[in-house]
Each structure stands twice: as structure tokens, then as C-alpha cells.
């Protein structure tokens, strides 16, 4: 809950709300648009349900961040019902709140971001497989493992093409822990078949009313240029690791911090005890250990090979560090800790609970000052309805704030992804950040603070502003 009342919209979590708010106000639920232009960069089901809570519970912040927050607590969930039945209660309580209490994972919860949900419905399939591998009996319910493919589908409509990971690396653990769930890796085909069954409708809906701008969006920009780091710039390959053991405090060229060290140092103890050959929980599960050590190690080798790093991808990995470092606890602690524990449990979880509504604790440390805010411009937004606004020289990143809090989201004079443009009509406001660019001389400045410039276009001839990159 830390975070929930959070009250910048910054960068991508900006954007993406903005997104969300537009789908809702203006029923761009299909095709999402950001302003006038499509956005094609991502698939629609997360900005759905941010859109469909605010149509229902309003477009307080709280409720705009909420979606995020009932993902955050799903994948303890998730992870919990993992261990729970892999390796009992002791080691799911470790496990949960591990995975709770990581300050890299709680922070995510105010910023918009798709990693979260998607790691949810990943860990979701792999619940499934779990629980498919481990019924008894001939066929048990080998039908769980096929039902897998509903939460990849899901992954799949959240973000583009990374889901289906998540049942190679469950493919990798059936291989390798005996001969029940061998028999029924199988059935992972029929999972990947539900996947793009799911998955298809929108992918080739949106292939055939936009054609070539969104393979080049969707598919160039948004995965194949990541992979490669000819968009971004390529991290080294080393980057998660060095980051994780504390040596590295930048990743995708931004401040990032390193508080999960606590936890990987308890997931590195797990790994070392079960080297020597130490039993982690006396409810041993070779097949629970091995499925935490692929899902994490596969997760991060995918990662690093990937050329572009941000911190926020690692929301996958840190259930399973968080999986490793609770069989360590179990493995240091004496069994009469956790009875203790468990006694005061529901009371520290209702005094914190108190705490936080109480305080309305924000969780946000890291998060960087630009781009500035637009208040300045929301005001005489406000002050100044009905008119014709157009983004002369903001980022996209501080356009999208304004359609938040006024409900008018600044045009833009061109749509790179499908190479459309707009004229400026005479009467039209625009709105300009002087770094970045300065209204023609023949138009009529109405207000200027010094870093943001307010115009109005009084020459139908006057050239329009250059047209503007999404970042």
C-alpha cells in the first residue's frame, strides 16, 4: 500500500495513465490513443482495467494506482501458494514476506508499470504446471498444465511476446525432475496453443487496421530494437548480477538503488547450502528447490542476454529470489521463531495496516525530478477551457500529466508511428518548454513563467512546430 497516494504522474507510469483515462473518457478501448496519435507499442488489457476502475470507482489517484497495487499482492499470492505446496507453511510464510517486504518490489506499486501484472499471470502458469505435475494417478490432472495457457494469454495481452518464457522454463524444470512430469510436457503444447489463441484476435485486429506502422512499432521498436540495445543502448550482460550483489547502483541509465541486498543474500545462502548438499526444509522437495533455482537462474540469463536493462524488469525474478531466500530462513531458524511469529502475525499485520491508512505512507524514493512540473500549465488549462491546445515542445512525458488532472490532452502535430500530420489552425493554443523549443514570432504569447511558453496561432501560414519523438 505504500505509495498509493503517490501524486506525480512521471514518464512511462505517466503515459500509460494518461492512456488509460483517455480509453475510459473517450472510448478508445481497441486501439488506445495518447492525445491524437494511436499508441501501438503495447497490448491493451493492463490500460483496460486501470481504464474500467475509473470508470467505476472514479480518477482519484488512489484508484489509478490500484490495479497495480492487487498485482503486487497477487504474486505473493501466487508465490505463496507455490511454496505452500511444494515445501509447507513455514517456507511459504518466508517466502511471502520476503517478497513483500522487498523495497525494490514495493516501490513499483505507484509507478504504472506492465511487469508487475505480467509477472503475476506468468507466475499463475506456472502454479498450474505445478499443480499438474504434482497430481497423482495416470492422467491426474494433467489438464492444469494445458490450463497454463490462459494466464500466458493474459501475459501476452500485457506485454509483448516475453510470456511464453515462463512455460519454457517450466519446460526446463519437467524435464529435468523425473519421469512423472516428463510425461506430461506434452501438454505445454496445448498451453502455448490457448496462449495465441487468446492472444491472436487483438495482435492481428491491429495488423490489419494499421498495417506496417504497428510491425514496425510493435514488433522492430518495441522488441527487436530492446533486444539488440539499437534503441536504448546495451547494458552488459553482467548488469542484473552486479546490481543484485550491490556493486552496480544504475541500470538503464537511471539511479536505481540497491536495497534487495538482505534478500539475495539469503537466496545466495539457500543456493550454497543445497551445493553442500544440505537438506533446506525438512519438508524437502527436490522438485520445489529445482523449480525455484531454473525459474530464477533462466529468468535472469533471459534478462542479461537481453540488451536493454531498466530494474523494473527484474519483477519476475525477485519471487524466486524471494522463494530461495525463505527455504534459507527455514533452514537457519528454529522452529519455535516461527511459532512466535505466527502467534503475533495478525496483530503486526492490523497495526501496520493502521499505520498506512492512517499516515497514507508514500513509498517513492528514486523517483527522478524530470521532467518538471507542468502545475503552471494544468492551471491555465483550467482557467481557460474550450480552447484548441496543441503540444508545441513538451516531451510526451510532461504531456501526458496535463490530460490527468484537466482532462485536455495537448495534440500533436504528427504521428511518427503512421507518418499522419495535422495544420495548427488559426486561434489554437500551444503549449512550449523553452529548452526545447520557442513559438514563431508572429504568434501571441499569452503567458510565460520562464520555463513554460503559452501561444496562440495568429497566422495561418506560420510554420508548424517540428514535429516532436515520443521521448
Request: charged letters at 15%.
Amino acid at each position: 500500500m505504500p505509495g498509493l497516494w503517490f501524486d506525480r504522474w512521471i514518464w512511462d507510469p505517466g503515459l500509460y495513465t494518461a492512456i488509460s483515462l483517455n480509453a475510459s473518457r473517450e472510448a478508445h478501448w481497441w486501439t488506445l490513443h495518447h492525445a491524437n496519435l494511436v499508441y501501438l507499442n503495447k497490448p491493451p488489457l493492463w490500460f483496460w482495467v486501470h481504464a474500467a476502475c475509473a470508470s467505476v470507482l472514479g480518477e482519484a489517484d488512489w484508484v489509478l494506482r490500484l490495479p497495480d497495487l492487487l498485482a503486487a499482492l497477487g504474486c505473493v499470492g501466487v508465490l505463496v501458494s507455490l511454496v505452500l505446496r511444494l515445501h509447507g507453511p513455514r517456507a511459504a510464510m518466508a517466502a511471502g514476506l520476503f517478497l513483500a517486504l522487498c523495497p525494490d518490489y514495493v516501490r513499483l506499486i505507484p509507478q504504472f508499470r506492465l511487469d508487475m501484472p505480467h509477472a503475476l499471470f506468468m507466475l499463475a502458469a506456472v502454479r498450474l504446471i505445478v499443480g499438474g505435475c504434482a497430481a497423482r494417478g495416470r492422467g491426474g490432472r494433467a489438464w492444469l498444465i494445458g490450463a497454463s495457457g490462459v494466464p500466458i494469454g493474459l501475459a501476452l495481452m500485457t506485454k509483448p511476446l516475453f510470456g511464453p518464457a515462463a512455460l519454457a522454463i517450466a519446460g526446463v524444470w519437467m524435464l529435468l525432475v523425473g519421469a512423472g512430469p516428463r510425461r506430461r510436457f506434452v501438454w505445454l503444447a496445448g498451453a502455448a496453443a490457448v496462449a495465441v489463441v487468446m492472444a491472436a484476435p487483438w495482435h492481428v485486429s491491429m495488423w490489419r487496421l494499421h498495417g506496417d506502422p504497428f510491425i514496425r512499432t510493435y514488433f522492430n521498436e518495441q522488441a527487436l530494437d530492446r533486444a539488440t540495445g539499437s534503441q536504448f543502448g546495451a547494458e552488459p550482460w553482467h548488469a542484473y548480477f552486479r546490481y543484485l550483489a550491490g556493486f552496480q547502483a544504475r541500470i538503464g541509465g537511471r539511479s536505481a538503488g540497491a536495497w534487495s541486498i538482505p534478500l539475495v543474500a539469503c537466496a545466495a545462502a539457500a543456493l550454497l547450502w543445497r551445493m553442500s548438499g544440505h537438506r533446506l526444509v525438512r519438508r524437502q522437495s527436490r522438485a520445489g528447490v529445482m523449480l525455484a533455482i531454473v525459474w530464477t537462474g533462466g529468468l535472469l540469463i533471459g534478462l542479461s542476454l537481453f540488451a536493454d536493462k531498466k530494474m523494473w524488469y527484474l519483477v519476475p525474478v525477485y519471487p524466486g529470489l524471494a522463494w530461495l531466500a525463505g527455504l534459507a530462513v527455514v533452514r537457519a531458524c528454529p522452529r519455535g521463531a516461527f511459532r512466535v511469529f505466527w502467534r503475533v502475525s495478525p496483530a503486526l499485520a492490523c497495526a501496520a495496516l493502521v499505520v498506512v491508512l492512517a499516515t497514507r505512507t508514500r513509498f517513492d524514493w528514486g523517483i527522478p525530478q524530470y521532467p518538471p512540473d507542468t502545475g503552471v500549465l494544468a492551471n491555465f488549462i483550467r482557467e481557460h477551457p474550450g480552447e484548441d491546445y496543441w503540444n508545441g515542445s513538451l516531451r510526451v512525458y510532461e504531456n501526458a500529466p496535463l490530460a490527468i488532472r484537466t482532462g485536455v490532452w495537448p495534440k500533436f502535430v504528427e504521428d511518427i508511428a503512421t507518418g499522419r500530420r495535422w495544420e495548427v489552425p488559426v486561434g489554437a493554443i500551444l503549449l512550449y518548454e523553452r529548452k526545447r523549443g520557442q513559438p514563431d514570432p508572429s504568434d501571441e504569447i499569452v503567458l510565460d513563467d520562464g520555463r513554460f511558453v503559452v501561444a496562440r496561432r495568429t497566422r495561418p501560414d506560420a510554420p508548424p512546430p517540428p514535429a516532436r519523438s515520443f521521448r
